[in-house]
T-cell receptor
Framework: KNEVEQSPQNLTAQEGEFITINCSYS?????LHWLQQHPGGGIVSLFM???GKKKHGRLIATINIQEKHSSLHITASHPRDSAVYIC????????????FGAGTILRVKS | DVKVTQSSRYLVKRTGEKVFLECVQD?????MFWYRQDPGLGLRLIYF???????EKGDIPEGYSVSREKKERFSLILESASTNQTSMYLC??????????FGSGTRLTVV
């Protein structure tokens, strides 16, 4: 069964802290996406990766294909990073459809 | 930048009404998707389309239909709106093997 699990569900951090959000999936994939959704807002695609590591500003995404696990890291967190972060996976043989994790609600306090 | 535009940000409809949600993208993407997002359930795929006049059911198609007469436009239709269809509806488009672009969502309330 194609499943995506994210942890933690909720995360509160102090400004400046290093943050990690985790995503695990059940079977082989062709791509994994990290998405960001601000309250009341649409969804923004942060990263798409199928191997290794990608970095954009203070955001880093890594994936370990053998362990079926990905992490999203935020360095030097800031209150404007407060949002819902969603992991979404395109499973091999599942066409171009995504299966979504339930999301991680991040709140960064100043 | 690719833009995906959803016609309404907020919508209130009565039970039994026929509801049209429109989505337009401006970058010639083949694939378009309709999702609904509910607290605790995440995003669930309703329908998707990989070409004009082509459509496939997603995970929760019951009570919905779609139309894709032109490549840039993908419409979601609620034939007879019910209160359990109150939700946030998100449209997305993509090219194969590329990232997705999402619209800003339509929050539909059925009363």
């Amino acid at each position: 069964k194609n499943e995506v699990e994210q942890s933690p569900q909720n995360l509160t951090a102090q400004e400046g802290e290093f943050i990690t959000i985790n995503c695990s999936y059940s079977v082989g994939i062709s791509a994994l996406h990290w998405l960001q959704q601000h309250p009341g807002g649409g969804i923004v695609s942060l990263f798409m990766l199928s191997s290794g590591k990608k970095k954009h500003g203070r955001l880093i995404a890594t994936i370990n294909i053998q362990e079926k696990h990905s992490s999203l890291h935020i360095t030097a967190s800031h209150p404007r990073d407060s949002a819902v972060y969603i992991c979404a996976v395109r499973f091999s043989g599942y066409g171009n459809k995504l299966v979504f994790g339930a999301g991680t609600i991040l709140r960064v306090k100043s | 930048d690719v833009k995906v535009t959803q016609s309404s940000r907020y919508l209130v409809k009565r039970t039994g009404e026929k509801v049209f949600l429109e989505c337009v993208q401006d970058m010639d993407h083949e694939n378009m998707f309709w999702y609904r997002q509910d607290p605790g359930l995440g995003l669930r795929l309703i329908y998707f389309s990989y070409d004009v006049k082509m459509k496939e059911k997603g995970d929760i198609p019951e009570g919905y239909s779609v139309s894709r007469e032109k490549k840039e436009r993908f419409s979601l239709i609620l034939e007879s709106a019910s209160t359990n269809q109150t939700s946030m509806y998100l449209c997305a488009s993509s090219l194969v093997d590329y990232g997705y672009t999402f619209g800003s969502g339509t929050r539909l309330t059925v009363v």
